[in-house]
């Protein structure tokens, strides 16, 4: 069974840092891109970053760009988002998700995601 | 950027044919996906490919895409399909998700 499983969310200043895990069971998990996607308090979600299986093409959205960063240690099957100069906008509950074994395709599987809040 | 356009909300009675429609430029030349997602719950992929059924999503549900506009069906709508659906589709190498459309069944 597919499992993956965030940490790290809290409650964190306004620019503070703080760095989500994501573990990751059940499939291979060097096989695949892996994706971090937010989503606000009753907005929909918005795509955040992206890494391939080898964790050396990255692309993220223009809204975090130079503040956030992707990463992978395929050794522990876990992903990373470190996150830094933290706003207010940052709150969200934070996915990680697996996108299907086809390019470009869906994402297949999502964690429970974790709660990040930036406030003073 | 590429933008997709859903209805806000959507009614429909248990039984009838719920159409949600996802509107962005040429989306029919892209593939289309969508996503369910219930209260306090983690989006689930519902259909990819503009047409395909992960595996354990219902036949009542459906899609199709064309033209400027992608749809997600729900034959016989049941109360357990009462959600918020999700549109997605990729802009170069950005995923890119509609609003969303909070379907409710009454």
């Known amino acids: 069974e597919v499992q993956l499983v965030e940490s790290g969310g809290g409650l964190v200043h306004p620019g503070g840092s703080l760095r989500l895990s994501c573990a990751a069971s059940?499939?291979?998990?060097?096989?695949?891109?892996l994706h971090w996607v937010r989503q606000a308090p009753g907005k929909g979600p918005m795509w955040v970053s992206r890494?391939?299986?080898?964790?050396?093409?990255?692309s993220y959205a223009d809204s975090v760009k130079g503040r956030f960063t992707i990463s992978r240690d395929n050794a522990k099957n876990t992903l990373y988002l470190q996150m830094n100069s933290l706003r207010g906008e940052d709150t969200a509950v934070y996915y990680c998700?697996?996108?299907?074994?086809?390019?470009?395709?869906?994402?297949?599987?999502w964690g429970q995601g974790t709660l990040v809040t930036v406030s003073s | 950027s590429y933008e997709l356009t859903q209805p806000p909300s959507l009614s429909v009675s248990p039984g009838q044919t719920a159409s949600i429609t996802c509107s962005g430029n040429?989306?029919?030349?892209?593939?289309s996906c969508w996503y369910q997602q219930k209260p306090g719950q983690s989006p689930v992929l519902v259909m990819y490919?503009?047409?395909k059924r992960p595996s354990g999503i219902p036949e009542r549900f459906s899609g199709s895409n064309s033209g400027n506009t992608a749809t997600l069906t729900i034959s016989g709508t049941q109360a357990m399909d009462e959600a918020d659906y999700y549109c997605?589709?990729?802009?170069?190498?950005?995923?890119?998700f509609g609003g969303g459309t909070k379907l409710t069944v009454l």
């Open positions: 890494v391939n299986a080898d964790g050396d093409i990255i």
């Open positions: 040429k989306l029919g030349d892209k593939y």
């Open positions: 059940g499939f291979t998990f060097t096989n695949y891109w």
């Open positions: 998700a697996r996108e299907g074994d086809t390019s470009m395709a869906p994402l297949d599987f």
């Open positions: 490919e503009d047409n």
């Open positions: 997605q589709a990729w802009d170069t190498t950005t995923v890119i």
